[in-house]
């Protein structure tokens, strides 16, 4: 199984494996404060069988126990149904083996650190960033973040809409109300699965088409521990946005139908 090493951009204390399966990408890492070690691979339902071997030869790679761990970030969330069973089931059972606590990251967290990175690279770094990930059966899941001290914060809770309703919210409205010239930037895996619904503003946005990322929370791993974030392996919970995660046959065939309804009115 290749990885991929690198030096951490801005090192920080402690040592943590995170990983991420709440899309069809699984994206796993582990950092000893002054390294990384990463590895992706499918995600989804795939990661149920692989997960768990590629942790440990992640681990073996960088020379760590579980026991070494000061905590294992998992992403909770919002995303693939199975793949946040698999994701919440594995690190309630290595955190328990290892007596280590968990910290459950929010993917759209992740989502708009891993944006807010690939921008500063770029020296381009936007005021405030929205997160949008696909949440299949024509929705995506959303959430709008605010940058302050380099750190992602999240400004109304993540919510789902379908791709011709997304509109900015008036919480966002009134964010870059306050700053003139403010730039937003959107983030995410659904500009090119809903490119003809989405919304005519998308385009006006800085846009950059990404995924929830291990690398992403190793960078926030260390300020969650410091803030108190840790839980004991026990609450290892997955984040559902939907109340229903499952349609019938017939209700599935209801929402195929409204939709093509949808795409056959005449704008």
């Known amino acids: 199984m290749p990885t991929t090493v690198s030096s951490l951009t801005s090192p920080t204390t402690g040592r943590f494996l995170a990983f991420d399966t709440s899309t069809d990408r699984m994206s796993i890492g582990v950092s ?12 989804g339902p795939q990661s149920s069988t692989s997960l768990i071997p590629a942790i440990l030869q992640l681990l073996a790679d960088a020379g760590l126990r579980l026991d070494q761990l000061d905590a294992i970030a998992f992403g909770r969330g919002p995303g693939s149904f199975t793949g946040l069973r698999t994701a919440c ?10 007596g280590v606590p968990v910290l ?8 708009a650190e891993e ?8 020296n381009s770094v936007p005021q405030t960033i929205t997160a949008l990930l696909d949440a299949r059966m024509d929705e995506m899941y959303v959430q709008h973040f605010r940058l302050n001290n380099g750190a992602c914060h999240a400004l109304a809770p ?4 379908r791709p011709e309703a997304f509109i900015f919210s008036t919480v966002l409205q009134a964010a870059e109300a306050s700053d003139n010239g403010a730039r ?8 090119d699965v809903y490119a003809a619904r989405l919304p005519a503003l998308v385009s006006d946005c800085t846009r950059l088409t990404a995924l929830p990322s291990a690398a992403a929370m190793l960078r926030l791993a260390p300020a969650m521990l410091a803030a108190g974030a840790a839980v004991d392996a026990s609450q290892a919970l997955p984040l559902y946005i939907r109340d229903k995660v499952a349609l019938t046959t017939d209700e599935r065939a209801e929402v195929k139908r409204q939709t093509l309804l949808e795409r056959s009115e005449p704008s």
């Open 184 to 191: 937003h930037g959107l983030a995410g895996n659904v500009f």
């Open 115 to 122: 944006a807010r990175f690939q921008w500063a690279l770029e």
């Open 32 to 43: 000893d404060g002054a390294r990384q070690w990463l590895y992706e691979g499918a995600g």
């Open 158 to 161: 993540c919510v789902l809409v």
């Open 104 to 111: 459950p990251v929010d993917s759209l967290l992740a989502l």
């Open 89 to 98: 089931a594995v690190a309630q059972g290595l955190a328990l083996g290892a």
